[in-house]
């Protein structure tokens, strides 16, 4: 069974860091566009960041220059990198593989960013 698990948040002050660890099954994370959505309450989810199997990247415009996704094929592991986090950024974020057919979705992990 294909497994995506996300990991790493938390609660964090405005203008702090965290980063999100999303490690797959197999070898999912090397083959597929690996991507991370996130999703307030009473929102609806919405891209964040993507990056390809080739490599080529992609955010947001309300997270560039601020987040950084990135992957280690060898740890079946795709991260995201976040700074300068702000209150708006505080929703679930879900760690997402696309591929022919239903992608594949993890869990989710809870960032809330609060004084």
């Known amino acids: 069974q294909v497994q995506l698990v996300e990991s790493g948040g938390g609660l964090v002050q405005p203008g702090g860091s965290l980063r999100l660890s999303c490690t797959g099954s197999g070898s999912i994370v090397s083959i597929y566009t690996l991507a991370w959505y996130r999703q307030a309450p009473g929102k609806q989810r919405e891209l964040v960041a993507l990056?390809?199997?080739?490599?080529?990247?992609s955010y947001a415009d309300s997270v560039k220059g601020r987040f950084t996704i990135s992957r280690d094929n060898a740890k079946n592991t795709v991260y995201l990198q976040m700074n300068s986090l702000k209150p708006e950024d505080t929703a679930v974020y879900y760690c997402?593989?696309?591929?022919?057919?239903?992608?594949?979705w993890g869990q989710g992990t809870q960032v809330t960013v609060s004084s």
């Open positions: 997402n593989a696309q591929k022919p057919g239903p992608d594949y």
């Open positions: 990056i390809s199997s080739g490599g080529s990247i």
